[in-house]
Each structure stands twice: as C-alpha cells, then as structure tokens.
C-alpha cells in the first residue's frame, strides 16, 4: 500500500509545487451543463423542451436525395454535417456513462436518457430505411466547410453517404452496432419495446459489418477523409461491436467472436477512431466483477493501458504539460483527455468493487492512484490550471468566449431573422474579434496548447472547437465525482 501512497503523495506535491491548491468544482453543474450541451448539436425538428433556445430547426430534408428520412441526429461539432462514425461513438460513450453512473446522475439520468435517444432514433433510420444498405452520413463536408452560416440556414447540398456490401464499412457498421446495444441496455427497464428494437438493429447491423469487411474510409475517400478516417483500421470496431453485444446479450456466439479476431493493438489512447483500450476495460469488467478466468486476458491488457498513462509508471508513454494535464495530440487534445479519463475512472470503480490493485512494474496502483489522476483532469478541465480557464463554455468565470462554432457564433434566428448566406457569415461573423452572441452552455472545446495556452480565437479550430465525442467521455467522471465529492 506505501507505494500507492507515495504515487498520489509525489504526484501532488509536483502539482503544490506549481501553484495548484485542490478545490473541487461544482460537479453537478458541470454534469447537468455536460448533458445540456447537446441539444445545441441538434439536427431535425426541436421539441418543446429545448432549452438552448438560440437553435431552431434545421436539417429538415435530410435523406431526400435518396428518398429516404435522415433527419435528427447530431451535428458532430462546429460544422452542419452528420458524420456518423463519431456520432455512433458519441452515442455509444454517453450509454456507457449511463450504464456504469446512472445511479449517480441524479435528476440528469432522465436528459442523459434524452441525449442518448436524440442519437439512437436517428441511427436506427440509417439502419432500417434501406435493406442492404447503412447510411452513414449527410452533407458534404467539402462544401460545408468552405462556408460559415447557421445550420438553419443551410442551403449547401445534404449529400447521402452509405455502405452496403459493395461498398463496406466494418468500421462504422461495427460502431453503429456497439452503439445500438449499450442504448439497449439503458432502455432496458424504461422502454422495454424500444430496447428490443435497439437491440434486434444492433444484432443486423454488426452481422453486416462481420460479412461484408472493409474500411468505410477506402469505400468513400474524400467523403470522410481526412475529417474521420478510420486511421486504426476496423478491427477495433468489430472487437468493440461484440463486446457490446456480449455485454447486451450474454450470448457466447460474441465472445466466440471476438476471441477468434486474435491479438489486437496496445494502444496508449483511446478515441473516435481507435476503440482497443476501450475493449479492454470493456471486458476486463467481467475478470474483475464476475471473477470469470475467461477474460483475465482483457484485464491484463487494460492494467498495461493504465501503465501507460499514469504520470510516475515506468512505463509510461503520456505526455503531461508543466499544469499537469494529459498531452497526446496538438489536434483536439482534450478528445483524449476525457476519454482517457473515462477509463480511468472507470477501471477504478471495478478496482474499488473487489478491492483489487496491480503493479505497473515497481509502482503500486490502488483504486485511487487511477481516480487521483482522473480528477486532475477533470479539475484541469473545469479551470485548475495555470491561466485559470475553464475549457467547459458556461463553467465557471472564464471559458473561452469565441468558440469555433457556427451556430454560436452567428446571430440566431430570432435576433436576426434574414437568411446568412455561405460566404456572408465570414464577415463580420468568424472574423469578429467579439464574444459569439450564442452561449453553447456546456460544451468542451479542444483545450489548450502543450504549454497551457489558450488564445481564445474562432480560427484555431484545432483549441477551440467543441466535439460530442469530447463531451459524451467527460459525463461518466463528472456523474462520479459529482457523487462522491459535491
């Protein structure tokens, strides 16, 4: 036990050492603002309970051009397009956040119901509206980004993007079944009709990916390249799908296979894009909680993750800068950070459950080595760090005012009723020196540079972009602390 203590004691005198003194946040706020957020990323038509009133409806054509209805979903970030392979993925985090801390969201459990189902009706029309066929997008990016106007606005073509067996996608489809069938299973008691249909969609949708194998990004090039190829390849997406329906179903035919993909990667993040670590504490789940012999394998494999992330492990291949947040890509770092964190708290919770702890060579890991590390960077997040800046928009006294955002930063509908054009919301808009007008309550932005820098500029897309999948990661930890330390 010294060791572990001696883990969270140098890890904290390092912080002492540069200013930090640890107060906690009001977590409960940050969780019912993490879950707000995403009605601003809604597409279709808005309910009456829609409380980010700046947005109206949009996209309310959507799958006309292939005469089918895609509309609702998310828009992934601060553009008008549905990509759906983050979209999957931010629905299949959020139902996991549910699952594992529902019991602690309090009067949140009902709007993270509501996030989740925003998702999942939209997904499931993408896979039932055409036999043979999963849809997989709508917009084209291309065009999109070359304009700056509010998604009710739109008037860029709503371009259909599919996969089918000609043209696979393991991938997304493998995704999209992953998502379905942890959805499944936060219905279960509430609906038990719409589990079902979850869960029966989810079954087709990963027997499509299983037999029709092939990379989404080789089958529709510029139509989701470079915005989310699937650098990893679709293997983990399989993994992930069966693991889901493992989870979802208890049913061997799943854990046959995803024993029969063999050995995978041992990656030290876990994204959008690349889902092994997530497997692992995934599965790892049952080593632990059930003491089943079968699944030691995944349990080893995410204790080797963690080795790989805690800041005092021999092993470790993560970057931390000078205010003690987790550094791994310049691009959207805080993508990482939350999904990270997810895992940490997480694994931890299974740890606390049996009372386990594992060595990463010399070094002992309690529960709360991983829950240290994990709060730092939540704490990080919500403003505990160097420039005092909150990374959650509407948190706290300072969060970035100009994020890049079309919706926000563009006058709404109701201030300004005439239509804003493609190129017209460039000037005097985007390169407004000025706070955007609309408040995205809630969201994360891509954080800040290796040296704790923030400029808080609309054009640096790469800090300042908010991203469903950087905010359906942070729900988990927040309900936790929010619990145990608000």
């Given at each position: ?18 200013g930090?003194?640890h ?42 051009f292939?005469h ?5 979903g ?20 959020l ?59 739109m ?28 959805a ?9 009709k ?37 650098y ?47 497997v ?81 060579g ?18 990080y ?13 509407g ?8 994020i ?14 005439q239509a ?15 706070p ?9 932005v ?19 972009e ?21």
């Amino acid at each position: 036990m010294r060791r572990g203590a001696s883990f969270c004691l140098l890890f904290s005198l390092s912080l002492a050492l540069l200013g930090f003194v640890h107060a906690n946040p009001n977590y409960k706020d940050a969780l019912a603002k993490s879950i707000l957020f995403f009605q601003g990323q809604r597409s279709g038509r808005l309910p009456r309970s829609q409380q980010l009133a700046w947005r109206s409806d949009s996209g309310l054509s959507d799958g006309l051009f292939a005469h089918v209805d895609l509309t609702g979903g998310y828009y992934d970030a601060g553009d008008n397009v549905k990509f759906n392979f983050p979209m999957a993925f931010t629905t299949t985090m959020l139902s996991w956040s549910t699952l594992e801390y529902g019991k602690r969201m309090g009067p949140e459990l009902p709007n993270a119901r509501a996030a989740i189902r925003w998702a999942t009706d939209y997904l499931l029309k993408c896979a039932t509206a055409t036999p043979g066929k999963l849809y997989v997008g709508v917009g084209d990016p291309n065009v999109d980004h070359k304009c700056w106007e509010r998604p009710e606005d739109m008037d860029t073509a709503r371009t259909v993007f599919s996969v089918s067996a000609r043209s696979p996608g393991s991938d997304v489809a493998g995704e999209t079944a992953a998502a379905l069938a942890a959805a499944s299973m936060v219905f279960r008691k509430v609906d038990r009709k719409y589990s079902a249909l979850l869960l029966r969609t989810a079954r087709k949708v990963f027997q499509f990916a299983m037999q029709y194998q092939g990379a989404y990004s080789d089958s529709l090039g510029s139509a989701v390249c470079p915005f989310y190829c699937s650098y990893s390849g679709y293997k983990d997406e399989l993994l992930w799908g069966a693991a889901w329906l493992f989870r979802a179903t208890n049913e061997m035919s799943y854990y046959n296979i995803f024993k029969s993909l063999g050995a995978d990667d041992q990656p030290d993040l876990f994204s959008w894009d690349n889902k092994y670590a997530g497997v692992h504490v995934l599965l790892s789940r049952r080593a632990l909680l059930n003491n089943d012999k079968n699944f030691e394998q995944f349990e080893g494999e995410a204790e080797s993750f963690m080795c790989r992330i805690l800041p005092n492990s021999p092993y470790k291949t993560t970057q931390y800068t000078q205010g003690g947040l987790m550094y791994k890509l310049p691009e959207s770092n805080l993508q990482y950070v939350t999904s990270i964190t997810f895992l940490l708290t997480t694994y931890a919770k299974y740890m606390k459950a049996t009372r386990h702890t594992f060595n990463c060579g010399n070094l002992l890991v309690t529960p709360n080595s991983l829950l240290y590390v994990a709060k730092r960077q939540v704490d990080y997040i919500l403003g505990e760090n160097p420039i005092r800046m909150s990374y959650m928009v509407g948190f706290g006294p300072n969060f970035p005012k100009r994020i890049h955002h079309r919706g926000s930063s563009l006058p709404s509908l109701a201030s300004h009723p005439q239509a804003i054009g493609c190129d017209s919301g460039f000037e005097p808009f985007f390169h407004s020196a000025n706070p955007n007008p609309n408040i995205l309550t809630g969201a994360i932005v891509g954080g800040p540079n290796q040296n704790d820098g923030y400029p808080d500029e609309r054009s640096d897309y790469s800090h300042s972009e908010p991203a469903t999948y950087i905010n359906a990661a942070m729900v988990g930890p927040l309900a936790y602390f929010a619990a145990t330390l608000n």
